[in-house]
């Protein structure tokens, strides 16, 4: 993992953020809304690692927050767990899986609707439960269609470590 | 033995220390971006329109700004062509509405001309600041819509900021009528909450019976004229402005007549305090591009 990684990463979720404010985000299929820069930043997490994951996801957040106005580190703080998240699960049982990168979209799409749900709640602000519930599946459904071309532009731009480049913390006994 | 490991080659005494330090910087690395989310969220949920990180989030929105611009562009002629495909559905029965609205407005044209008389005799009988002429005192700062409203927040961005002349609580309408209202400001970008907001509240009036009320988010994208006495008559087609200011002492951020939408209907319970007023609103919330933001001429 090199310093040009990292700017390819910051590079490709930028875009991603882009796209996602300017476009991705009037897309509303049957209550979902696909999201390009959550499906970005899977693919960034499974192929770098929880440590780019986290970074990332903070990233990614400060651009959101920016393009958008609204209060900063609020989608920071929940990309953040995100990207570690799936960071983790490619460093140790997701990795080598073809099915990793549809398996991580379609649980963080839940968890992060669920967690920036939750934030909203706890600051007080308008927490639409009902909403999020009926959209869910729909946005599962259009972000599992990104994640394919996503993953593969992903994984062209940033090469596939070596086995022994993960942190993997399994311990050799006896 | 080697137990869920793959990197079986090297020796434990080798691999030990550098995994532990790799759990610690990973861990040290999380616990660091997480703790500065929160930082950031605190400050900025303290003072939302004020203070160094409101100054350094303008920065960076000035920065974004030109990238949003140039993808809302690139996106425009795809979103104005799944428009225009999903409008054909429904245009047949549009045609068939609007044909009949014509019809209605004929008829009230024809009763317009006499209100504009009396009209004309109540302005020189009452002193309300909120009848002053809107196109006298406001000048539109025409700017597009460059972040749109999500499920969480009924807020969206548009390329106009101080600079231009927008400040909190300025106006924000489009060609078919109110949107909503500036609730933070940057230099070159602004953010208005829409009327669809929870917390939004506009002062209206009905123009055709001359009844005030509160304009808020009603069910499935209509709006719900509120504070309506039972007594009063409000009627289905009824139009919908905004009120103005009523006194010089409590300014509204909303000139008087912006146009907010058409009374959908208007219903009285036996339980409920006031009438049950829907409005539909003339606004398409859900495809906002190009709006106005209504700035004052004469300083207030």
């Given at each position: 993992m090199s310093a040009v990684d990292g700017l390819k990463a910051a590079a490709l979720l930028f875009v991603a953020a882009i796209l996602q404010l300017s476009i991705f985000s009037q897309a509303r299929v049957l209550g979902g809304e696909p999201d390009l820069l959550l499906v970005t930043l899977v693919a960034v997490a499974l192929l770098r690692g929880s440590v780019f994951g986290a970074a990332g996801g903070f990233f990614a957040g400060l651009v959101v927050d920016t393009g958008t106005l609204s209060k900063l580190g609020l989608t920071s703080l929940v990309l953040t767990i995100a990207g570690y998240w799936i960071g983790r699960y490619g460093e140790t049982?997701?990795?080598?899986?073809?099915?990793a990168p549809f398996l991580s979209v379609a649980t963080i799409t839940a968890l992060y609707a669920f967690g920036v749900l939750i934030v909203h709640f706890v600051l007080g602000e308008p927490a639409p439960a009902g909403a999020v519930f009926r959209g869910l599946l729909p946005s599962i459904a259009l972000n599992l269609v990104l994640t394919a071309p996503t993953y593969w532009l992903v994984r062209r731009l940033l090469r596939p470590l070596e086995r022994t480049d993960y942190a993997t913390e399994v311990q050799l006994l006896g | 033995m080697a137990v869920l490991g793959t990197s079986v080659q090297r020796s434990r005494n080798e691999r030990r220390p550098s995994r532990a330090r790799n759990a610690q910087l990973r861990r040290a690395v999380l616990a660091a971006l997480v703790l500065a989310a929160l930082v950031l969220l605190t400050v900025s949920f303290r003072s939302p329109t004020s203070g160094a990180l409101h100054t350094a989030q303008g920065w960076g929105a000035a920065g974004l700004k030109p990238f949003q611009v140039a993808a809302e562009r690139v996106a425009r002629p795809f979103a104005d062509a799944y428009d225009y495909v999903s409008g054909l559905t429904s245009a047949k029965s549009e045609n068939a509405k609007l044909r009949r609205e014509v019809r209605d407005l004929r008829a009230q044209a024809s009763a317009n001309a006499d209100a504009e008389q009396q009209l004309t005799e109540l302005k020189r009988l009452t002193r309300y600041e909120g009848l002053k002429s809107f196109p006298k005192d406001y000048r539109a700062i025409n700017t597009s819509v460059i972040s749109f409203p999500g499920t969480f927040t009924k807020q969206v961005t548009i390329a106009a900021g101080s600079n231009e002349g927008v400040a909190l609580n300025t106006p924000v309408v489009t060609a078919d009528g109110l949107i909503g209202h500036v609730t933070n400001v940057f230099p070159d970008t602004a953010q208005v909450t829409l009327l669809t907001d929870p917390s939004s509240s506009v002062p209206a009036l009905?123009?055709?019976?001359g009844v005030t009320g509160l304009i808020q988010r009603g069910p499935q994208g209509t709006f719900i004229l509120n504070r309506?006495?039972?007594?009063a008559v409000v009627e289905k087609g009824d139009i919908i402005v905004t009120r103005g200011t009523v006194d010089r002492r409590y300014p509204d951020y909303y000139p008087r007549g912006i146009q907010i939408g058409t009374v959908l209907s208007a219903s009285a319970s036996d339980i409920a305090t006031f009438l049950t007023v829907q409005v539909t609103p003339f606004?398409?919330?859900?495809s906002l591009d190009t709006v106005a933001a209504l700035v004052p001429t004469k300083r207030k």
């Open positions: 049982t997701g990795r080598d899986r073809r099915h | 009905d123009v055709t019976h309506v006495p039972k007594d606004a398409r919330f859900d």
